[in-house]
């Protein structure tokens, strides 16, 4: 089990950048595929890109592919997502998930974050 927290979420203008953090806590970190996911308001939840345990394979949602970047960093327990030109309609609670698997197509999710809120203006 991990406990999950997210930062970096906020305000920018469409086209801007923003980088969101997700820390863990717990021993097995190293061993959990980890994913981002979002949630606008009145949608469903829906899978924004993923990374497997060790870092050499990434999914992405084909909406953010090629503007938004994930990546780990296993000895500091936490994963990123790197988002740049960003569009109004990126607008969304942006939530961490950890789990045996995360793609774009499947995922079994052990461990959620409480969500950023993430507002881009146009």
């Known amino acids: 089990q991990v406990q999950l927290v997210e930062s970096g979420g906020g305000l920018v203008q469409a086209g801007g950048s923003l980088r969101l953090s997700c820390a863990a806590s717990?021993?097995?970190?190293?061993?959990?595929?980890l994913g981002w996911f979002r949630q606008a308001p009145g949608k469903d939840r829906e899978f924004v890109a993923a990374?497997?345990?060790?870092?050499?394979?990434?999914y992405y949602a084909d909406s953010v592919k090629g503007r938004f970047t994930i990546s780990r960093d296993n000895a500091k327990n936490t994963v990123y997502l790197q988002m740049n030109a960003l569009k109004p309609e990126d607008t969304a609670v942006y939530y961490c998930?950890?789990?045996?698997?995360?793609?774009?197509?499947?995922?079994?999710?052990?461990?959620w974050g409480q969500g950023t809120q993430v507002t881009v203006s146009s």
């Open positions: 998930a950890a789990g045996p698997i995360v793609t774009q197509t499947r995922s079994i999710i052990d461990n």
């Open positions: 717990g021993r097995t970190f190293s061993s959990y595929a």
């Open positions: 990374i497997s345990s060790r870092g050499r394979t990434t």
